[in-house]
């Protein structure tokens, strides 16, 4: 069932942590080829767990993965996976240069490698600096250029951008772009829609370990991003039937006795009419347009005192 037009191909995937910790419930998640793709979530989504899972560093529960069209960790397909996952650790004293060398005679890449994955990230004037002299922004490069040391079709990437002031992240934003555009497949995961909305070609939402939107920004902000109508009407459950029915609604849930309506807010009057001809009361109409921010916020408020 491998299919070799998705580098990552996650299929219905539960990791339950020892202690009971339900960190990824049944995701489905396929990764194009060539795309830079962004998986955003809250702290706590289960991007990290995922991440894991695709290099093979932790086991899923149940389900089945496949990277590159093998199962995470197989030898001769993980050297053409580069990831970034935890901190990796540098010595503050050894340049940049000196760090890669190391890294790359532990990674067998060539000797060239180091040179080459720095001018790749922008830190070739840098090289020969200590690490510790490095700015934050410096620092995430130098992992994403270790990373990139065995020349991987496949770079995962988990919050490269996290703990950057503004500067840092559009040097990261900036990297991250010219590494999509040479073809190889990038995920990356980050908590900040605005900055996988500037980068990536899809964008896949977790929240609570579930998949929760999925698609290119344009589709999300066409699903989730148009609007809602909240409205107050009696009898509550007559007016939602009513609304269900109606061709212009995607969805509608009641919240406090009052209907969220997602739908077109320019079909305000055309529901208030349905809703009145059918011999329900309105008490109240309101209109509330979202970005995707806000729709993103939404998506991924939801919380719970248990899993
Ligand atoms: N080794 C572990 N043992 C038990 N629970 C864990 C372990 N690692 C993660 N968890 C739990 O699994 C859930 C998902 O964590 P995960 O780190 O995958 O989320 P995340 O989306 O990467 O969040 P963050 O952005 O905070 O890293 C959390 O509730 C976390 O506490």
């Known amino acids: 069932m491998g299919n070799d037009r998705f580098a990552i191909d996650v299929h219905q995937v539960t990791k339950r942590y020892p202690g009971g910790v339900t960190a990824v419930d049944g995701l489905t998640l396929r990764v194009p080829q060539g795309s830079v793709f962004g998986f955003l979530g809250p702290n706590g989504a289960g991007k990290t767990t995922t991440m894991r899972m695709l290099v093979g560093l932790v086991r899923p529960t149940s389900g089945r993965i496949r990277v590159l069209g093998q199962p995470p960790g197989t030898p001769n397909k993980l050297r053409r ?3 970034l996952i935890e901190s990796p650790a540098f010595y503050p004293h050894l340049s940049g240069l000196d760090n890669l060398r190391l890294a790359a005679r532990y990674a067998g890449a060539p000797d060239s490698a180091p040179s080459r994955v720095l001018a790749e990230v922008g830190l070739a004037e840098r090289a020969r600096s200590a690490f510790r002299t490095y700015s934050l922004g410096m620092k995430q490069r130098l992992g994403v250029a270790a990373a990139l040391l065995k020349e991987p079709s496949l770079l995962i990437l988990d919050e490269p951008t996290n ?52 698609g290119t920004a344009d ?62 009361d309105v008490r109240e109409l309101r209109t509330v347009r979202h970005s995707l921010e806000e729709a993103f916020l939404e998506l991924t408020s939801t919380t719970g005192s248990s899993g």
């Open 81 to 83: 996976v580069g990831a």
């Open 163 to 214: 703990g950057l002031d503004p500067a840092g992240v559009s040097e990261i934003r900036e990297l991250l772009r010219s590494l999509g555009r040479r073809g190889r497949t990038v995920l990356l995961s980050s908590h900040v829609l605005a900055e996988v909305e500037q980068v990536c070609d899809r964008i896949a939402v977790l929240n609570r370990g579930r998949l929760v939107a999925d």
């Open 219 to 280: 589709e999300l902000r066409a699903a989730l991003g148009g609007g809602q109508l909240l409205i107050a009407a009696d009898p509550t459950d007559k007016a939602l039937a009513c609304l269900r029915d109606h061709r212009g609604v995607r969805a509608v849930e009641a919240v406090d006795g009052t209907l969220r309506v997602s739908t077109d807010p320019a079909l305000a009057a055309d529901l208030n009419r349905t809703l009145v001809e059918a011999g329900i």
